[in-house]
């Protein structure tokens, strides 16, 4: 009679830890699912009402918010990462000209030293010069970008 009853009491007690542990299994198991889908989808299981008590429901609540603000957070960095590709294209592009121009200008003046006039000798420097300058103000350009994003 006594091994019965605690036979009983055994069962009885592991329905109610089973009871008790159910939904922070569900919950845990959401978030294993969202980690292997690297956190791009928001799996059902941490939408789901658990019908549990306030501090479990809480509890859902705040991991669901979370998993939505991660997903927020992820969405945003690749979209600043694909922006920050397409910055790194239009930036090259944009300090090959002027150092193309500018050798262009050099590579003139060394192979045509003999049969250059100081006219144009002089439009020539100037003109690499001015190049030069709008290098540096890209440069000035992209250090002080990169002062703003510390």
């Known amino acids: 009679m006594v091994v019965a009853g605690i036979g009983v009491f055994m069962f009885v007690g592991l329905i109610i830890f089973y009871a008790i542990t159910s ?6 198991k959401g978030l294993y699912e969202y980690q292997l889908n690297n956190f791009e989808a928001i799996p059902q299981d941490l939408s789901k009402n658990i ?4 501090d479990l429901n809480s509890l859902q609540n705040s991991v669901l918010t979370m998993a939505k603000k991660i997903h927020s957070q992820f969405g945003l960095l ?23 121009a500018q050798r262009a200008y050099l590579e003139t003046l060394l192979l045509q030293k ?37």
């Open 23 to 28: 939904p922070i299994r569900r919950i845990n």
């Open 51 to 54: 019908n549990s008590s306030q």
């Open 78 to 100: 690749k979209r600043t990462d694909q922006l920050r590709k397409e910055m790194m294209v239009h930036l090259s592009h944009d300090l090959r000209t002027p150092i193309a």
């Open 114 to 150: 003999d049969n250059i006039s100081p006219e144009q000798n002089e439009h020539i420097l100037k003109s690499a010069l001015s190049n030069s300058d709008a290098l540096t103000r890209r440069v000035d350009d992209i250090l002080e970008l990169s002062k703003l994003e510390q």
